[in-house]
């Protein structure tokens, strides 16, 4: 990790702004209805109540990702998100300034 760094304006942050996610648990709705259950995944709620912009290097490269504290109906949980685009590339610079993170 090279720095790390939480956003001014986590309320801004949208699904848009990352094109894959991790975490290590997933959170299922289960009803019973008419003798049988039906379950689902349960949604993501945006915008996440904290955000971290994360620097991370290995030996060649840096790569950026998010880090958002998302309350949801029955969990908190941790999520990392990664970026569309690369670290250094204007579209990213824009997801900063937008989200008020700075790694100056």
């Not at 990352?18 to 349960?42: K, N």
């Not at 290995?58 to 504290?69: A, E, I, K, T």
């Not at 941790?78 to 610079?93: E, F, K, M, N, Y």
Request: aromatic residues 10%; contains cysteine; glycine residues 4%.
């Amino acid at each position: 990790m090279v720095t790390a760094v939480q956003a001014t304006q986590p309320s801004n942050f949208t699904p848009s702004m990352t094109v894959e996610s991790c975490s290590d648990r997933a959170i299922f709705t289960t009803t019973y209805t008419d003798g049988q259950y039906l379950s689902r995944v349960d949604p993501i709620l945006y915008p996440p109540d904290q955000v971290w912009c994360v620097l991370l290097k290995d030996d060649r490269q840096q790569q950026l990702v998010f880090v958002g504290l998302h309350n949801g109906f029955y969990q908190t949980d941790w999520i990392v998100r990664i970026p569309p685009d690369p670290w250094g590339s204007s579209a990213l610079q824009s997801i900063l300034s937008t989200i008020g993170c700075s790694l100056d």
